[in-house]
């Protein structure tokens, strides 16, 4: 016998789900308002239950309100971000989907979804303060442990160093920069070198574009103009607190498709606009972006606009991960071994050949930094002067791994065979090649291109 979900079912589903639910019938009048819904806004279920909306919430109006564009325009609005004050006078940010409810043709009421990003807009905020005041300080001065230069990089492996070697070029110039590295390679350590070893006069400024809503991360980067929406006061975004030097974008492909819209224009003129704002301004920012996946891989998936990539792809450095540069290993572990000596006040000297063997022959996928962390958990508990397999329990668990050719590494040069090989088939004909291998033309361009770089270094 098939069972149908009761009132009280459908009632106790909806108080289950973790985001505040508001639902009102075609007058506007509260039918449905949630306990997550009555704690975003301070208020009682009880004080906005049979209320009109505006009257449980008088700091909206028609023209703010999304459940009021809904109810006149019957069209769906999907995570747009809202802000207002609640009863007790608390700033609250949202981003909510408002949704029609039509039956059988006609307008019944509407329901919003919202979920309170409150925390998050009060954090991005706190950072901007913080940046303002950075930005009072000259490029160089940043407090110890933050500030790279291309000394800090070590390496004596060939691929590597090349790539050092055009990123020290690079930082006499101003053209846009993206860097590509697994996460765990040290692309800031990279960008920040740039910037150092570079003339501009101006402050680094680093921003991680994931896990942040649209809004929050045009207004970082632009910032506000006071009244665009409620609580906004007139504030400068991180193109402006860069001026004259570098910002950093970091995981660019994460960034919101729109947000990379506007980020393209910057780039071509120079000039930004906050958010709310009528009037324009210029500003001299050098950009470095760095993603932690292929770039192909973003594009395909269209989560990085073609013509940013291009735009941003003017130099295109390419971080090996460590498991392509084993050579490295032993240095970075007498440098870590170094490190953590003066912060644990220990003595330890070296590590034996076992334990060094074993951490030669693992895969790290975390790169440098795993390996850093790794050093880090031994030097904690290390008896005597010398790091031993002992200090190692999560290696000891682990199976020896041979050192071969890493499946990206074997795709890679089959790749590069193949466009070699059609490239002659076509007598270096791009777009006849690009139709025997069975991609778009871009693709190839971007392909060799890749392949071009890799060998130059």
Not at 118 to 129: C, P
Not at 164 to 187: D, Q
Not at 358 to 371: K, P
Request: glycine share 6%; net charge neutral.
């Amino acid at each position: 016998m098939r069972k149908t979900l009761t009132e009280g079912m459908f009632e106790a589903i909806l108080e289950s789900i973790d985001e505040g639910i508001h639902v009102v019938d075609n007058q506007g009048v509260t039918i449905y308002y949630n306990e997550i819904a009555a704690k975003h806004d301070g208020l009682l279920v009880e004080d906005v239950l049979g209320k009109h909306y505006l009257e449980a919430f008088p700091s909206l109006s028609k023209e703010t309100s999304t459940l009021s564009h809904v109810l006149m325009t019957r069209k769906a609005i999907f995570n747009k971000d809202q802000t207002y004050r609640n009863v007790k006078g608390k700033l609250i940010s949202t981003i909510n989907t408002t949704l029609p409810i039509v039956v059988k043709g006609h307008l019944e009421g509407a329901v919003e979804i919202a979920r309170d990003i409150s925390r998050i807009k009060t954090l991005s905020d706190k950072v901007m303060e913080l940046q303002s005041k950075m930005n009072k300080k000259t490029a160089k001065e940043f407090d110890d442990g933050t500030s790279y230069t291309f000394d800090h990089i070590r390496t004596n492996d060939p691929v590597f160093m090349q790539v050092k070697e055009r990123a020290m070029k690079a930082s006499a110039l101003n053209s846009p920069i993206l860097v590509y590295g697994e996460t765990g390679t040290g692309k800031e350590l990279i960008v920040q070198s740039i910037h150092n070893a570079s003339k501009r006069p101006g402050p680094f400024i680093a921003q991680n574009c994931a896990a942040l809503p649209a809004s929050i991360l045009e207004s970082i980067l632009f910032g506000t103009a006071k009244g665009s929406f409620t609580g906004a006061e007139e504030r400068e975004g991180l193109f402006e607190l860069a001026n004259g030097g570098t910002l950093f974008l970091d995981e660019i492909n994460s960034m919101p498709i729109d947000v990379q819209a506007k980020l393209l224009r910057v780039l071509e003129d120079g000039v930004i606009r906050r958010v709310g704002a009528g009037k324009t301004r210029k500003v001299d920012v050098r950009i470095i972006a760095a993603i932690n996946e292929e770039p192909e891989l973003a594009l395909e998936d269209k989560r990085l606009r073609v013509d940013l990539f291009y735009r941003l792809n003017v130099i295109y450095l390419r971080i090996p991960p460590l498991r392509e540069r084993r050579g490295d290993i032993p240095d970075l572990i007498a440098h870590f071994i170094e490190k953590y000596n003066k912060k644990f006040q220990k003595h330890i000297v070296t590590i034996d050949e076992k334990a060094e063997f074993r951490l030669l022959h693992r895969n790290w996928q975390g790169n440098v930094r795993e390996l850093e962390h790794v050093i880090q958990s031994a030097m904690n508990f290390a008896e005597g002067d010398m790091l031993v397999e002992t200090d190692f329990p999560m290696l000891l668990s682990e199976p020896m791994q041979e050192i071969v050719q890493s499946l990206p590494e074997i795709l890679l040069k089959t790749e590069g065979d193949l466009i070699q090989q059609a490239m002659k088939n076509c007598l270096g004909n791009v777009k006849k090649a690009a139709e025997q291998l069975g991609i778009p033309r871009q693709t190839l361009q971007y392909k060799l291109s890749k392949h071009q770089s890799q060998s130059a270094e």
